[in-house]
């Protein structure tokens, strides 16, 4: 099966490109992005050495449904998809900050606190919390934007301030817009039989006015429990049903990779590309609520080329 690993397009106007860990970024004429969903898939902060098919697709389609979805709580980047793999959209000066949220103790945050750590980006923590219980709110846990190569880092808010990364009167409003939005994440989830766990939104500014950018609400960015069952495993201490890409980081656990130097990424068999991708294809599905239909991959490149040149001749 086909996957998009690289891009190298150049449309009319282009004015940079940027290789993320999964998406490329096309800047047109300074004051438009044209985001690729590309079918590379990281963890650990580590990109994998093969695509996954239909993954691109899959994250596009989420994130834009989901920017639709909250438009009215903060106003968002997006212009138009013009490809199941592409967003266009506003250019947006992004805050050097990620906005993670948890509405539960796990992942991370768990690991954490297991190992005695009581206080996570300066939000204390309180003794005697199992793995996966449900915070009595939501709490916010930023990370600083990390460049390329180098890993995010977790830091408080009171540090943000300090350091004088966002201005206090921009990080009370993104604090406000990160909790609305993960509210309306939790009511969306909630219909399709499912608990937001936790996420991250990214920010930026654009003629003074702050804007939602990159993807929302995706497998890649939070991670989904099964509502149906999960105070019952809780109960009983057992692992909960979800869905996310911690399968993928718990496939490279089991397989001795954590990021760490001198690892070597575990083979990727064709059997594991089509397995993850299997899974990817449930996590759409569940959390749209809506059939996947896989588009024609049989040439990647050009077909998302001429829909983008398509889209900037408007």
């Known amino acids: 099966m086909n996957a998009l690993t690289k891009t190298n397009f150049n449309f009319p106007h282009q004015t940079a490109v940027y290789h993320g860990k999964v998406r490329d970024v096309y800047t047109v004429k300074n004051d438009l992005l044209v985001m690729v969903a590309t079918d590379r898939i990281s963890a650990f902060d580590v ?21 639709d979805a909250t438009a009215d709580i903060v106003p968002n980047w997006k212009l ?51 793995e996966n219980q449900r915070f ?17 880092e ?18 009370e409003l993104l604090e406000r817009y990160t909790l609305a939005l993960f509210n309306r994440g939790t009511e969306i989830a909630d219909k399709r039989g499912l608990i937001l766990v936790d996420t991250k939104y990214e920010f930026g500014k654009k003629d003074g006015k702050i804007y939602l950018i990159d993807e929302i609400h995706t497998p890649d960015s939070s991670r989904y429990f099964y509502a149906e ?15 996310s890409k911690e399968f993928v980081r718990e496939w490279l656990m089991d397989n001795g990779f954590q990021g760490k130097t001198g690892q070597q990424v575990p083979e990727m068999t ?36 001429k829909n983008i040149n398509q889209w900037l001749k408007k």
């Open 47 to 67: 990109v994998l050495p093969k695509g996954i098919p239909y993954k691109g697709q899959m994250l596009n389609q989420i994130a834009a449904k989901f920017l």
């Open 80 to 130: 138009a998809a013009p490809d199941p793999m592409v967003t266009v959209g506003l250019r947006c000066e992004g805050f050097p900050v990620e906005m993670i949220v948890r509405g539960y103790l796990c992942g991370s945050a768990w690991r954490a606190y297991k190992s005695g750590v009581r206080e996570i980006c300066g939000v204390k923590i309180p003794d005697g919390m199992k």
């Open 136 to 152: 009595p709110h939501p709490i916010i846990t930023p990370t600083t934007k990390a460049e390329l190569g180098l890993h995010d």
């Open 154 to 171: 977790d830091i408080s808010k009171e540090e943000i301030l300090a350091q004088g990364l966002v201005s206090p009167e921009d990080y």
């Open 229 to 243: 069952g999960y105070e019952e495993r809780f109960a009983k201490g057992e692992a909960q049903k979800q869905l």
């Open 270 to 305: 064709d059997e594991i590309v089509a397995s993850i991708s299997e899974r990817y294809i449930e996590l759409f599905e569940n959390i749209t609520g809506e059939k996947f239909v896989k588009e024609d991959i049989s040439n990647i490149s050009e077909r998302i080329e």
